[in-house]
């Protein structure tokens, strides 16, 4: 017997509810048919066009894995899959189709909107494999979004107590040293001026070390954020900016009726924020930065465009030597971690879009 076979068994796991699948097909004997071979295995859910399946899709919670047939009246299942991937990215997207719509199909799955597509008229068996993988892939990657999204979680976590720390021990401690070194200094009379200039090297010494432990809290996290809130945190952030930036115009504008944010939203729209003012500041020479934030429920949406000189999409995200390159591809992370959708624009001599989509 192995060290692993030893090991005391799992507790028994409560068996996983089955994986919903939605079905959609304008013909009801299709859906009858899927419906039949499939329903002992998994949840189906069926619907006979494009609205109603959106409709499902909004109601229904934890869909895994959306079938749609591509000639639908109305909505095709090309154009259904595009709009299901904007409420949610994650569902696994599959379209059955005939040889003759080949084309179109091409084009959805390179542009990331279909998973997969199965040629009519489909087989029960090859049929039941994809639904399996789907059923994994999807399971996997949800596993993966919280995996990442605990991990960010636990991070910001770490950086608001060392901030905090800083901010409360240097605090309590730089206001002493500076008090005992007067005293010192005040106890002694007819110092030679050389000892009375070491003195003031002292005291310009502990306001530096003040100033650099605040700008190193800050740069963890600013205490504003949980003290007073994304939208003042921003302001100050502008203000502060514009002042060791005053050759760039900066607007900060607010659509729709302002909402308060779940503080992993806020944290993840600071982060944004800040990263992509830290990208102008270095790359982007721009003269012009335009801040927007819309409410329009159930999303809030940032987005940051500069005019300065912009880069080539792929370029950056491969190996850099100027920095670490991660500012791009941490955004993104904490964007999926959370179920929003970044999207990056740039054009070389024009300047760069950043915009994030959030659930609120
Ligand atoms: N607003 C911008 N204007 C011009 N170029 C930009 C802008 N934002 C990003 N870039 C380009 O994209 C690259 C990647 O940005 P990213 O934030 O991922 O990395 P970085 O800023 O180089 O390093 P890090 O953020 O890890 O310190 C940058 O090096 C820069 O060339
Ligand atoms: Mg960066």
Redesign the pocket.
Known sequence: MTDIDSFPSEPDQPKPAPAKILYVDDEPVNLSNFSIVFEDEFTILTASSGEEALKIFRDQKDISIVVADQRMPGMSGVELLERLRNYDPETIRIIITGYTDAADIVDAINRGYVYQYILKPWREDPLRITLQRAIDTHRLQKENRLLSRRLLQVAEEEQKRIARNLHDDFGQVLPALRYSVEKIFNSMDKLPSAVTLEFDKVNNLIERIGDISREIATALRPDILDRMGLMATMEWSIKDFSTRHPEISIEFEVIGIEKPFPPEIETTLFRIFQ??F???D?????TKIEIVMTFIHPQVILTIR?N????EPL???TN?S??????????RERVIAINGTLTIR?KLGL??I?RAELPL
Do not use: W, Y
């Open positions: 990263e992509t830290n990208n102008i270095k790359h982007a020479q721009a500069d300065g000189v912009g880069f370029k950056p995200l850099r100027d920095g670490s390159g991660f500012g791009l591809r941490g955004m740039s300047g760069t950043i």
